[in-house]
């Protein structure tokens, strides 16, 4: 366990960066997840085919293996699903929506807890309590069945999966921030900083936040990569996205009813797909806090 | 010791009334109610009956104590598709998912907790990192996944385990049981094995990190310096220390094991409340997605005050409040 | 008088793959039945690697690579794991610094006296209990069967080193290793210990080495002091001879730097610089850095040479009596 008074190793972000660069784990690890940014953000433009415009989609072409080809000349490289769609295209897309939500969930996560965090911290008193017995009722209900239960209430759609992760994942932050903030709070320079009657919200913002960002960096890297797994456990289980928007959970779960038969690649090159996006944010989460060293 | 108890079980209850008052919000004012408790199939004139029934008409408040005196009686409504109460099919299903639970927990410490120790004894062992980049994986990577590659590896491709249902089962008090016959614990082990792996990788870091500490603890060293056996220090000195924290987070996360229960129990088809849950929200069965909801976070609080109690009756430290450096 | 415990040439270096890091480099010290060997040095000097070289109790990468620790003449260093085992708590036993770290938070105090009882002898729970409840009678530990069942937390400072004491005793060791047990607790309780210990060694004649950087506390209960000094011992001899008329540099600076009644408001004298890190110790004499009487010659490794029969010192230019 590491002590709260342990000081931090905080450096130039120029000696972060040298640091980061000599682990070749975590260089790896940022390089994966950003191909996949690149190429989840880029998939109308590379992908064959717009694999939810039912024009392209020919049906008679469903459940072809990899490697097969369409009448049109086209090849299905990774094969097709039951509809008969090209699933390289489906998974562009699907790589897309999926780091969409988890993207965008993770920063108003981060957003709000990053908030709520910092207000408990500088305020401390019944404010601070009051807060932090939320984040400890939050806390210990596990994630899976908070969302779970908010989508059943909510009913599907991007915006509600969205809703539904920030509500889990907002006092991992809180709490991280809040712990971080208490200590800097605590150091001499916000001392300082309040004998020169600065107000409160500059000593926040301007002195406080900047060193919980390298912690808050970490946490939002790991649960990111939470987020994404979250979301597709959720659309496996039909709770998440609309079948309109296929995220990798989408199609994994479609093609659970082929993989009986043997048609394997229609759940398993999704899965490996999303293996790939959730492993290298979790690497590089882990090499990160090695790197920042910050008090987790 | 009394006074602790009462002070826990009076804030659980607290915690408690909060839950209900935010899934009856939930359902009433952000879904709409006549749809939660109304059929699919319900016409004008039967939506406006229920209305009536619910008593939707009258202010939120008289509402809510209306449910809150039915939920005391234990009375949740009826399921659409089942016809019985609902609290009585969660009863029925549960021994399944409970089942399931426990042997994912007894997994989880039966590999977990000696892979732990051995990496915390040699840590900068290539076994040690193995451990290690395993636990990781196991925690990070989504559970359905895992079930499915499972399914497609020793059913699909091997042929070795039944992917779906629980197998023959033995009646033992009125509870059908799978894991007392053979067929039965075939179809046992790789659900159950599934689920405990988030499980297991906690325990795995835990131990570890436990055992790391511990082991260079003076107590250990003046237990050695006493001259006890290896092996009763290794089982009574440093595993009691170690236990403490694993039986504390073992504790809070089998919650999470009974919510990933659902996960699991839809993948391979085990007739517990985590497949009843999916099926009701798929045939829109209202009631029992309510009587659900309500039942799991009853369990859950429930569960937490028991560790909390559990974890002070394990540390001589806690029990006996404070005095600690 | 024969050695109960005779550590000759001791050296302790710590292993690892990329670089060794001697740590002891050739400790010599002996402790007659009954006798109090005060063992004094900075920390970081090796005092309590010595103390752990002898009953083998490193932690790894330490590694004892030479020489011998002889208890009644047999040597322990060669023995095998189980007879070792054997040996420790039985005829060597030891007592450590901090009583609230020493004694397991999670077990009674029954149990964890049963363990240590039963490691040795076979014997009922009853029987381990009468011999625990005897065993704490006699280190002062008042109402001793409702004790056994007291967790350590439950007991005060004082009182755990006095429990740990009686486990120390609880085989009649020929040799205790106390390593500052009295550092960690409050000055009236410091005496208290001191003195149960010096009496029930004495009583026994059990061979005691006193482990402290504190010379004011040894000064009190040792017959003779060995002084250490990066990884060696510098000067060892009866405890009068030594305080009173110190031959090695560092023991004098040792002395000089302890408050004295009768010289308030005169300078203490301090040794200047500080151990050098044993990664860089010198190739000669390792206190010539520091010390006012250092020439050419201390760029060698001084020998532990005799002064009379009693005392030796390693050291080129033993200081005359009286000088400073």
């Not at chain 3, 011998?68 to 003449?73: I, R, S």
């Not at chain 3, 060892?236 to 040792?254: C, E, F, N, Q, S």
Request: charged share 15%; proline share 5%; aromatic share 8%.
């Amino acid at each position: 366990m590491s002590s709260v008074s342990q000081t931090p190793t905080a450096g130039s972000p120029r000696e972060l960066a040298r640091r980061f660069v000599s682990v070749p784990s975590a260089v790896i690890a940022l390089v994966v997840f950003i191909l996949f940014c690149i190429i989840g953000f880029g998939a109308p433009l590379i992908a064959p085919q717009n694999p939810y415009d039912l024009r392209q989609v020919d049906i008679l072409d469903s459940l072809m293996p990899p490697g097969s080809q369409s009448y049109t000349g086209l090849t299905y490289w990774l094969g097709t699903d039951g509809q008969g769609r090209d699933m390289l295209s489906a998974m562009l897309y699907g790589i897309r929506i999926s780091l969409i939500v988890g993207l965008l969930s993770g920063f108003l996560a981060l957003v709000v807890g990053t908030f709520v965090g910092l207000i408990a911290a500088y305020r401390r008193g019944w404010v601070d309590t009051l807060l932090m017995r939320i984040v400890d009722l939050q806390l210990s209900f596990p994630t899976i069945l908070v969302a779970l239960i908010l989508l059943v209430i909510l009913g599907r759609g991007v915006d509600k999966i969205i809703f539904a992760l920030v509500v889990v994942q907002w006092a991992y932050f809180a709490r991280t921030v809040r712990g971080v903030a208490l200590v800097e709070g605590a150091r001499e320079y916000v001392d300082a900083a309040r004998g020169l009657r600065l107000g409160g919200m500059r000593i926040l913002f301007r002195h406080i936040l900047p060193n919980c960002l390298p912690t808050i960096l970490v946490v939002a890297t790991v649960q990111m990569a939470m987020a994404i797994s979250l979301e597709a456990t959720l659309s496996f289980l039909g709770l998440g996205l609309p079948p309109t928007r296929p995220s990798l959970g989408l199609l994994i779960a479609n093609g659970f009813d082929y993989l009986q038969s043997g048609r394997y690649w229609i759940s398993v090159l999704p899965g490996i797909v999303l293996l790939g996006i959730i492993i290298s944010a979790n690497v590089l989460g882990d090499r990160l806090r090695d790197i920042l060293n910050p008090r987790l | 010791m009394a006074e602790f108890i009462i002070k826990r079980v009076l804030q659980a209850m607290v915690v408690l009334l909060i839950m209900t008052v935010l899934v009856f919000f939930g359902v009433n004012v952000i879904g709409n109610p006549v749809y939660i408790f109304a059929s699919s199939e319900c016409d004008q004139a039967c939506l406006t009956k229920t209305i009536a029934e619910l008593g939707l008409d009258r202010p939120l408040w008289e509402q809510y104590f209306v449910f809150l005196s039915n939920l005391l009686q234990g009375d949740l409504g009826n399921s659409f598709t089942h016809g019985i109460p609902a609290l009585s099919l969660i009863f029925e299903r549960l021994p399944a998912t409970l089942e399931l639970a426990i042997c994912a927990l007894a997994m989880a410490l039966g590999f977990g907790l000696p892979l732990g120790i051995w990496a915390g004894l040699h840590p900068d062992t290539i076994i040690s990192r193995c451990i290690m980049a395993f636990s990781m994986i196991a925690f990070s990577l989504p559970v359905f996944w895992i079930g499915l590659i499972m399914i497609l590896t020793f059913s699909v491709q091997l042929g070795w385990m039944p992917a779906v249902g629980r197998g023959d089962t033995v009646d033992v008090f009125g509870t059908e049981l799978s894991a007392l016959t053979l067929d039965g614990l075939h179809h046992l082990v790789m659900p159950a094995f599934t689920l405990s792996l988030i499980m297991m990788a906690i325990v795995i870091r835990l131990t570890r990190a436990g055992m790391r500490e511990v082991i260079f603890a003076d107590y250990i060293k003046f237990a050695r310096a006493n001259g006890i056996r290896e092996r009763r220090i290794l089982t009574t000195h440093v595993m009691k220390n170690l236990l403490i924290p694993i039986v504390t987070v073992l504790g809070m996360e089998f919650g999470g094991v009974i919510a990933f229960a659902v996960v699991v129990e839809s993948i391979f088809s085990w007739p517990g409340v985590g497949k009843m849950l999916i099926d009701a929200i798929g045939v829109l069965d209202r009631p029992l997605i309510v009587a659900y909801l309500i039942f799991v976070v009853f369990m859950f609080v429930v569960l937490n005050l028991l560790v909390d109690i559990l974890y002070s009756l394990l540390d001589p430290r806690v029990r006996l409040g404070g005095n600690q450096t | 008088m024969t050695s109960v415990l005779n550590v000759k040439d001791l050296h302790t270096s710590f292993v690892m793959p990329d670089l060794t890091i001697a740590a002891l480099q050739g400790v010599s010290l002996s402790v007659d039945k009954g006798e109090i060997l005060g063992l004094v040095g900075e920390s970081g000097s090796g005092k309590t690697l010595t103390g752990f070289s002898i009953n083998r109790l490193l932690s790894a990468p330490g590694r004892v690579v030479q020489g011998e620790v002889l208890l009644h003449g047999q040597d322990v260093l060669s023995l095998g794991e189980e007879d070792m085992r054997h040996l420790r708590g039985r005829r060597i036993a030891m007592i450590f610094q901090d009583p609230m770290m020493t004694l397991n938070p999670v077990l009674r105090i029954e149990t964890q006296m049963r363990d240590a009882l039963r490691a040795h002898e076979k014997m009922s729970k009853a029987m381990a209990r009468t011999r625990a409840i005897a065993a704490l009678d006699e280190v002062g530990i008042p109402a001793p069967e409702s004790r056994l069942r007291s967790y350590p937390h439950e007991l005060s400072g004082g009182m755990r080193q006095r429990v740990a004491i009686a486990i120390a005793l609880l085989h009649q060791p020929d040799v205790i290793i106390a390593d500052e047990p009295t550092t960690a607790l409050d000055v009236t309780i410091q005496g208290q210990i001191l003195s149960l210990v010096q009496n029930l060694c004495r009583d026994r004649g059990t061979a005691l080495i006193w482990i402290t950087h504190d010379l004011a506390v040894v000064a009190g209960i040792a017959d003779r002091l060995a002084v250490m000094y990066a990884g060696r011992v510098v000067e060892i001899g009866p405890v009068d001879d030594l305080l009173d008329a110190p031959a090695h540099p560092y023991t004098r600076g040792l002395i000089d730097s302890v408050p004295a009644r009768g010289q308030r408001g005169q300078r203490l004298k301090q040794i200047p610089g500080r151990m050098p890190a044993l990664t860089e110790l010198p190739v000669g004499c390792s206190f010539a850095p520091r010390c006012e009487h250092a020439k050419a010659a201390c760029a060698a490794l001084p020998d532990m040479t005799a002064l009379d029969a009693e005392r030796s010192v390693r050291c080129f230019y033993p200081l005359a009596e009286g000088s400073a």
